[in-house]
């Protein structure tokens, strides 16, 4: 016994490294699940109180840049009043979006050689309303140069509705999602981390699968996306329906298309619309409807396992 | 003061400047010129750096991981930035012994720092713990050895502001820097 205490006192220094060393990965692993870490993440009450306070100050310097985004948004949210007349776009904002489906039918004709032809037709039909709720937020923290998961902090919390997994939007495209929620914080894993976003070209086509590699924060790459479809540079991509997102909110635009020859697919190069560097406002999208989504999809995920 | 109320000051002051002024620096489009990728410098270590020289293991050890702890809160880095706090803590030690040609517990209540060292051998000092702290913490966050090159240009450039950051902080902060000169 002696002798194991004073092997203890002789390494002590080694074995607290190593102890240190062992608290610190299991809270590395911890943070790098989808739960995320509950603890060490800026949505608790320091920190961002911290970094409300230092919003405060820096809110003023940039109220220049902050009234033309919000002209542009005012100006983009005019247009679409002109559509819904009854939305009160000053408060939170309910937005009721249609969801569509594409019916195909096939019909066969034969022609006067005897060939006989194929021809679809798509008709478009509203299957159901999505109800969006959009929570106006702010954000007081904001980081872009971490490689693999960038994060963002908002001053709206559970107090104001803010839940885990809601999606994340601006006026001009898409931010991320909730991942920790506090009273009145919550944090955000941004598009600029290595998680996909799914995504479909303006007519339909999809889904393609854009991620962050991690180099600059204003594009996202698109690979394996076949050959045969039709892009050209400036072409937008948008959310898919069947993805957390609401359903066409512009990603970005197509600055890139490389082809490669031997695997028969293009890689494009998606300059983000949402400029991450001057991130001011950001709305958090809460559906009515997802909560009995995740419930239905974890039971049928339950049942396979 | 006493030497632990300075250094609790100083704990607050350099998450302070690290968080609220250092982690923005990436939002601008000058840290990002020409295909670099955008960078933060880190100037906590500082903390460590600048502990006395009697500082036993232990507590440097603890220290380390308190303060990666609170940067990784702010940062939401989730335990990387406390991992390469620890082993720059516990190479203190080793490169501080292999520096200086006195056994550390010899120098009673001083500090390591530009007016105690000089310039060059502090410098040397917080280089070489620096490179440790960022090489194990971009190893931890990139995860893997496959871009290696970009890896090293992400150290190097974060390495070097860093230094300038710390250069700085000690011309800011040590109040009596021009002694030297004077005593000349």
Known sequence: MRQ???????????????????ICFSMISKSHTMQGNDIVNSSNSISGYVYKKQNDVVYYFQLKRLNDSLLNENARLRNLIAGNSNIDTFRDAIATIPVTAKDTVITTTKDSTGAIKITSTGVTKVVRYASYYYIPARVINNSIANDKQNSITINRGSADGVGKEMA?????????????????YATIVSVLSDRKTAAKLSDGTGPYFPIWDGNSPDYLITEKVPSYVK???????????????????????????DT????????????LSTNFRKLQYVYVVKNKLSEERNKLEAKSTEKTK | MSVYLRNAFRFILLVLIQV?????????????????????PYIYPLFILLLPFATPVWFLLVAGFMMGVTVDTFMNTGGMHAAACVLMAFARTIVLESLLPKRLDEFKTMS???KSMGWTPFMTYAAILLTVHHIYFFVLEIWGFQSIGYMFIKVLIS????LIFVALYSLLFSSSINTIYYDK
Do not use: C, M
């Open chain 1, 4 to 22: 194991f205490i004073l092997l203890i006192r002789r390494y002590w220094n080694i074995i607290l490294f190593l102890l240190l060393q062992g």
């Open chain 1, 168 to 184: 994340v939007v601006t006026g001009n495209g898409i931010v991320g999602r909730v991942e920790n929620v506090s009273e009145h």
């Open chain 1, 231 to 257: 892009i050209k540079r400036g072409d937008s991509i948008y959310t898919i329906g069947s993805s957390f997102y609401p359903e066409n909110i512009l990603i970005g635009t197509i600055a890139k298309i």
């Open chain 1, 260 to 271: 490669i020859k031997a695997s028969g697919t293009k890689t494009l190069k998606v300059r």
């Open chain 2, 20 to 40: 609220l002024l250092l982690n923005k620096i990436s939002l601008f489009w000058w840290t990002s010129p020409g295909g670099i990728p955008p960078y933060v």
């Open chain 2, 112 to 114: 390591p720092n530009v």
């Open chain 2, 159 to 162: 390495l070097i502001t860093s």
